[in-house]
């Protein structure tokens, strides 16, 4: 097996994904720790989440460049992914931290969320109708998005020929005595 990041797929999904959960781990843990403590003021609960938004916030960096930078996924993709996680850690705290019921409509709803993301993960419709599936163009570097979008205004015309002729008129000043 080759484990060189840049060439090897498997490790490249491997991160992306760990990274990816454990971002949004943290990120649901910091917005449900407070909830069991009935008289936190807003500044201690504020103190007690925010280390988890840092944390999320990190991670969450590095697994969205992964995913990009690779082309593992789209940004929908990362999205559909997100709210999968979330649903998935939301149903596994109210179960094991809270300690709620989970009910038989929150499973067919997470099964509705898979069904979704797989059909955009693998190009599902758009294979069974023929439609031509996009490749993703996605450019690292911003210096050339700039260069391509100064080259596109620098070739605009003037839209109004008066303004090109309003050069040369020379204009006179009255001064009020």
């Known amino acids: 097996m080759n484990l ?15 990274l990816f959960i454990t971002g949004q781990s943290l990120s649901m843990w ?10 936190l003021t807003y500044w201690q609960a504020f103190s007690m989440a925010i280390p988890f938004a840092w944390a999320d916030w990190f991670f969450m ?27 998935t850690l ?7 931290y809270l300690k709620q019921k989970v009910y038989r409509s929150d499973i067919i709803a997470f099964g509705i969320l898979l069904v979704g993301y797989f059909i955009s993960f ?4 758009s294979r069974a109708l023929n439609i031509p599936i996009p490749e993703q163009h996605i ?3 911003t210096h050339t998005v700039s260069k391509k979008i100064k080259k596109c205004n620098g070739n605009r015309k003037p839209k109004n020929k008066q303004k ?5 008129k020379k204009v006179k000043f009255i001064e009020n005595a």
């Not at 693998?122 to 419709?125: D, E, I, R, T």
């Open 4 to 18: 060189d990041f840049n060439t090897s797929k498997p490790l490249q999904y491997i991160i992306y994904l760990l």
């Open 30 to 39: 910091g917005q449900y720790v407070t909830l069991p403590f009935k008289n």
């Open 61 to 87: 960096t590095f697994a969205v460049d992964i995913g990009h930078r690779y082309k593992l996924v789209t940004p929908t993709q990362d999205t559909f992914l997100l709210i999968i996680l979330q649903f």
């Open 90 to 96: 939301v149903l596994l705290i109210n179960q094991f």
């Open 122 to 125: 693998f190009h599902l419709v």
């Open 139 to 141: 450019t690292e570097d």
């Open 164 to 168: 090109k002729n309003n050069k040369n």
